[in-house]
């Protein structure tokens, strides 16, 4: 998250469109996982005060709306459009460079990115408290899937003959290549690093789905945190989704 948005990345961001690619790949594809990963709602439910977790967040959690739109968000489908969409409608020409004209427009860019990111990403990694779904044998098959939009946005940037966005005409060319060429790396960087990203987590969960039950942990998700029997939380207790 700091290399896409708050280091000096972030500044050449409207002068190179493969500086700019670097950070949408870094913002739906590289922190989202890793967030999740991190299984970050363990952390965040032991910080807050006891009163504050049993008294407002656990009844907030366990809300119907909220565990409606939960639900809803982290289907397979849903989550799949969400983030094809995320990743068309912000690269539309005209959006785009809206976005590099105005500032609020484009942290709301970034934070499209981020947050389909993460719903895309939450029924791969299943971090707790979430519960599966659907058949995890679906997921290589949901992640190749995923890969369509990225090929298609990434083809057309490849093999298209002109400059699509214009603001990067007269912008100074900092990596010494012309724009056209700028362009084709920008798209060349997407389709090749979505494919490898998307295929590391497609081959882990089909290797753990066809590996031997007793080679398992029991309860053991792609984020690897086993069950939570015996925690001081109650697991049961804290499932949303």
Not at 15 to 24: C, D, G, K, Y
Not at 72 to 92: D, E, G, K, M, Q
Not at 125 to 144: C, D, G, K, T
Not at 175 to 191: K, R, V
Request: net charge neutral.
């Amino acid at each position: 998250m700091w290399v896409a948005i708050g280091s000096p990345l972030n500044a050449f961001d409207d002068l190179s469109l493969t500086v700019h690619m670097v950070q949408h790949l870094l913002l739906m594809a590289v922190a989202p996982p890793l967030i999740l990963l991190g299984a970050p709602a363990l952390p965040l439910l032991h910080g807050l005060p006891g009163w504050m977790a049993r008294g407002a967040v656990a009844p907030l959690l366990r809300w119907g709306p909220v565990k409606w739109l939960g639900h809803f968000v982290t289907r397979l489908a849903i989550a799949w459009l969400v983030a094809a969409l995320a990743l068309i409608v912000w690269h539309i020409p005209a959006v785009f460079e809206l976005a590099l004209h105005l500032q609020w427009v484009h942290e709301l860019e970034h934070a499209c990115f981020f947050g389909a990111g993460l719903a895309f990403w939450w029924p791969v990694v299943q971090p707790w408290p979430s519960v599966a779904a659907a058949p995890r044998w679906i997921i290589p098959l949901y992640l190749f899937c995923a890969t369509l939009p990225c090929d298609a946005l990434s083809g057309f940037l490849v093999f298209c003959d002109r400059v699509v966005y214009s603001t990067y005409l007269s912008a100074p060319r900092v990596l010494g290549i012309s724009p056209l060429q700028d362009q084709e790396c920008a798209a060349a960087l997407m389709w090749v690093c979505t494919t490898i990203i998307f295929l590391v987590p497609a081959v882990l969960v089909t290797v753990q789905f066809l590996a031997p039950q007793g080679a398992q942990l029991p309860g053991a998700t792609l984020a690897g945190t086993p069950g939570m029997a015996g925690k001081p939380l109650d697991a049961a207790k804290w499932k949303v989704v």
